[in-house]
C-alpha cells in the first residue's frame, strides 16, 4: 500500500495509538463486555474517563486551580454563542482575523454590542493586526489565536486590561499556553484535541454569573460545571478519543515537547516555500501559523496549480487544496503530522520544482 501523508484541515490526522484504542473500546468497553457507545454514561468506568480527560487537560496545560474544564458539543460554532451568553454584559470588543473570528463577532452582536477593534481584511487576513489598543469599558476581549484558513497565529499570550477570551481551536495542545492570562479558552476538538463532536472550555470560575440576562440552562457554563460535564449525555465516543490523544501528547513529553517537534516542521516547510520557486506563502512572515501552513504558485506559474495538485496527490499527499476563499495549498500539520509526513511533502515540492525547470 502506497503511504499517504494526511494534511487534512479538521477533523484531521489523529495519533494511530487513539485511533488503535477507540476500536478496541468500541468492541470492549475497559473489559466490560459492552462497547464504548452501548455503556451507560453513569457507570463508574465512565467517570474514570471523565475525570482522567479532566485532570489531563489541567496537567498538560498547567491550569490553575481557579478554573474548570468542560466539555460539551456544539462545536466552537455554538462556543461562539456561549462567550457571548455568559460574558457579554454591555459592550465587547474582538480581533477579526478570519472567517470563524468574524463569525464569533456576528454571534455576540445578536446580544448586545459587539465590535472589531482590528481587522485584517484588508489583505484578505494574511496578518495578525498589531496597531491597536484593547479598549477598557468592555467586558472582554475576543481573540482567535489560529486563524486555519489562513494560516496566521498569536503566538503569544498577550497582555490584556480585560478578561481575555480565546478561540483556540486550531492551536490547542500544540504549544504551552498560560491559562492564567485568559478568562476562558473554548475550541472545537477536531484540530488537535480529538475528534468531532466534541467542544472544550477552560473557564475561570469566578468571571461567570455577572451577566443579569436569563441564560438558558443548557447555555450556561455553570450548568455544566456544577455538573462535572454529565448535565446531559456527553459525546461519549468523542471524549473517549480525546483522553486518548491526551495520553499520547503527554507520552511523547507534553505540551512542551511537542511546541519544539511543531517548530521543527513548521520550519522545515516554511523554508521549502521560501526557497522554492514554484512556490510562496501567503501568510505575511511575522503571522505565521505552525498549524496551517498556506502557500500558493509564485507569480507567472499560477497555470501549474492543478498539475502540482494531481501531482501531490499522486505521490500520496492527501489534504493540501487551499480553501475557497485563500485558494492554493494549505498543509495542517497539526500534533499528530510527523516531521516525516511534512519532509514527504517538501520533496514531493523538490520533485515538481526539478521537472518544471
Ligand atoms: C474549525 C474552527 C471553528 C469551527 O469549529 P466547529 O467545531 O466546526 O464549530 C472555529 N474556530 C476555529 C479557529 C476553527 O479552526
Known amino acids: 500500500m502506497k503511504k499517504i501523508h494526511v494534511f487534512n484541515a479538521g477533523p484531521c490526522l489523529l495519533p494511530q495509538v487513539a485511533i488503535d484504542n477507540a476500536i478496541e473500546a468500541l468492541k470492549d468497553f475497559k473489559g466490560t463486555g459492552i462497547s464504548l457507545i452501548s455503556i451507560s454514561h453513569r457507570t463508574p468506568q465512565w467517570d474514570e474517563v471523565m475525570n482522567e480527560c479532566r485532570a489531563l487537560w489541567k496537567e498538560l496545560l498547567h491550569i490553575p486551580e481557579d478554573y474548570e474544564v468542560v466539555f460539551l458539543g456544539g462545536g466552537a460554532s455554538m462556543g461562539f454563542l456561549y462567550v457571548a451568553m455568559n460574558f457579554l454584559e454591555k459592550k465587547a470588543a474582538y480581533l477579526d482575523t478570519g472567517v470563524w473570528a468574524h463569525k464569533a463577532l456576528k454571534e455576540a452582536q445578536g446580544l448586545g454590542e ?103 440552562t443548557m447555555l450556561d457554563l455553570r450548568t455544566h460545571i456544577d455538573k462535572d460535564s454529565m448535565f446531559n449525555t456527553p459525546p461519549v465516543f468523542s471524549i473517549f478519543v480525546m483522553n486518548e490523544t491526551l495520553k499520547w501528547v503527554k507520552s511523547i513529553g507534553g505540551v512542551e515537547a511537542i511546541h519544539a517537534i511543531n517548530e521543527k516542521k513548521a520550519k522545515t516547510l516554511y523554508d521549502e516555500i521560501d526557497r522554492n520557486s514554484m512556490f510562496i506563502g501567503t501568510a505575511e512572515k511575522d503571522s505565521r501559523s505552525i498549524m496551517n501552513v498556506c502557500f500558493v504558485m509564485a507569480p507567472g506559474k499560477e497555470d501549474l496549480q492543478d498539475e502540482f495538485m494531481a501531482f501531490a496527490k499522486s505521490k500520496g499527499m492527501v489534504g493540501i487544496k487551499g480553501h475557497r476563499s485563500v485558494g ?14 511534512v519532509e514527504a511533502l517538501v520533496a514531493c515540492m523538490q520533485e515538481f520544482e526539478q521537472l518544471k525547470k
Open 114 to 216: 459587539a465590535y472589531a477593534v482590528a481587522c485584517s481584511k484588508d489583505k484578505n487576513y494574511t496578518y495578525i493586526p498589531k496597531d491597536y489598543e484593547i479598549p477598557t469599558d468592555v467586558d472582554y476581549f475576543h481573540i482567535t489565536t489560529n486563524n486555519t484558513i489562513y494560516g496566521t497565529e498569536i503566538k503569544e499570550d498577550i497582555d490584556c486590561p480585560v478578561p481575555l477570551i480565546a478561540d483556540m481551536s486550531s492551536d490547542i495542545l500544540s504549544r504551552p499556553v498560560d491559562v492564567s492570562k485568559y478568562a476562558m479558552i473554548y475550541g472545537g476538538a477536531q484540530k488537535n484535541a480529538g475528534p468531532a463532536g466534541v467542544t472544550f472550555f477552560i473557564i475561570k470560575k469566578d468571571l461567570l454569573g455577572k451577566v443579569t440576562r436569563y441564560i438558558p
Open 328 to 341: 492554493g495549498f494549505r498543509a495542517s500539520i497539526y500534533n499528530a503530522c510527523s516531521q516525516e509526513d
